[in-house]
């Protein structure tokens, strides 16, 4: 599941850097939050299950690093057994700072 995770989010946050993410799930504003947004945000939800033949969604939320998001690294939290896990893809490979 994690490694699908991790393909997937590879995959969509290369996407967006590279060929233009998806203009219907670009944030603009955040409630609270008043001004421009210092960065690139986009949300959405993906469609899963093909495989599994059990229907659902993946919400997903890609923020571009404010520096230089061709270039920096990805980061993706995700809480897993009661625990936060960081891992970032940098060069083509994801680590992880629990490992």
Known sequence: MLYSL??????LSMGALSYGAIESDRVTSLPGYNGELPSTHYS???PVGEIS???GHL????????????NDPIVMVEWRSRKFIIDWFVNGKWSNCNQ
Do not use: A, C, F
Request: net charge neutral.
């Open 6 to 11: 991790r393909k997937l989010l590879t995959v």
């Open 44 to 46: 959405g939800l993906i």
């Open 53 to 55: 033949g059990v229907p």
């Open 59 to 70: 919400h997903y939320w890609l923020i571009e690093s404010e520096n230089d998001p061709k």
